[in-house]
């Protein structure tokens, strides 16, 4: 059964102070990252259920050293609920919830390569003249050809050459 995350998320935006939850929003996303690529600290974080928990907070403390201590603390709370695989979820509602409470509007930008500090600066000034506070999340994908695509509250906005080219075959067909 799959574990909802959305009710550790709001339990972390209120016990965490408003100017932690940048460095949470990381956290989670360096936690998530952890939990994919290493499967001992998983393992090792799992085991950890059948412990006092003093004991697992000890634990989950070593492993997660650095980060902030109401994520700890959370982690240890999924550890003993058996729960720790909600973690993307977790990161997930996080986010929608943190940009949700700051005002903010999540933007994904794909590009081939990644954006310089101009374009991205250019790019936030553009979402910001229309009215939004963009929190901005960029993702490489390889296969693009030029330029980019951005996803803005769910809609996608293709200015890819491939984008572009794929409108050009579909208007011809259309013709």
Known sequence: MKTDATPYAEALLQAAKRSDWPRLA????????????????????????????ADRLKLVKAVLKGFLPALQQLVARLVADGALDAVPELRDAFRRGYNRRAGLTPV?????EPLTAATRKRLVAQLTASGRKPALTEA????????????????????????????????????
């Open 108 to 112: 994904r930008v794909e590009t081939a």
């Open 26 to 53: 990381d956290q989670l996303d360096a936690l998530a990252e952890l939990l994919s690529r290493n499967a001992l600290a998983g393992q090792l974080l799992a085991d950890a259920a059948a412990r006092p928990a």
């Open 140 to 175: 490489l994908q390889p296969t693009l050809i030029g330029g980019l695509r951005l996803v803005v509250d769910d809609v996608e906005y293709d200015f890819s050459i491939g984008g572009a080219l794929d409108r050009l075959e579909q208007s011809v067909r259309n013709a």
